[in-house]
């Protein structure tokens, strides 16, 4: 039997996974439903085997350092990605090491139910339109050189930086000071051969680091 912990912030769609979930109960048992970060780090205490249904947006633009955090210390939890975007995707694709199973938050519930029964055995899910999303968009010879070039923090701080995000909030994320984060910055762009931030964000989203248009389906 396969133990669930259901971290989204919605309680109606926490309801509905819950639901579905318990409807299967000679396969799946959820072990915990949580709203926050904070939640779910006190839950994987007692529950360092489960499979943790992830908001991408769990903990805004920290969600990803927090659950690096978590895996590194409980790295048997398994992660189905409930993400909001393409770029959710891509960002976590990119800096964590594994991913077990990628959902889009308009799901359907056949969808669903196939990543639940993979995770439990053992198997990754990809959905079908992530899956075309990452055929249309390969991961080019200058992202394969961007990606060896830089340390995984430095990944991490150019993603950010290349979304938009302030030195001060990317700090606040990374619980890093800005200092830090300037200092990654500027290697960042001797690395890359860059001249400030608008070269960057060009080139993040030319290697396929940043999605242009999260918003973006394919249908």
Request: aromatic share 10%; proline share 2%.
């Amino acid at each position: 039997m396969t133990d669930f912990i259901i971290a989204i912030p919605s309680d109606l769609l926490r309801a509905g996974m819950y639901t579905t979930l318990s409807s299967n109960n000679n396969k799946y048992r959820v072990v915990a439903s949580v709203s926050t970060i904070n939640e779910l780090r006190d839950e994987v205490k007692n529950h360092p085997f489960a499979a943790v249904i992830l908001s991408s947006r769990l903990a805004g633009d920290g969600t990803i350092e927090s659950w690096r955090r978590l895996h590194r210390r409980y790295n048997d939890l398994q992660i189905i990605l409930w993400a909001e975007n393409f770029q959710d995707v891509l960002d976590f694709q990119c800096n964590t090491n594994k991913v077990d199973g990628f959902l889009l938050t308009h799901a359907r519930y056949e969808e669903f139910e196939r990543a639940c029964a993979n995770i439990s055995r053992g198997q990754m899910y990809v959905a079908s339109e992530v899956a075309e999303y990452l055929a249309k968009n390969p991961r080019t010879q200058s992202f394969r050189r961007l990606l060896k070039s830089l340390s995984e923090r430095e990944l991490q701080v150019t993603q950010m930086l290349g979304r938009g995000i302030r030195v001060v909030d990317i700090a606040k994320y990374l619980n890093i000071s800005s200092k830090t984060v300037n200092t990654f910055r500027y290697r960042i762009f001797s690395k890359l051969g860059v001249g400030g931030d608008v070269e960057l964000t060009h080139l993040a989203i030319q290697s396929g680091l940043v999605e242009i248009d999260p918003t973006q389906r394919y249908d």
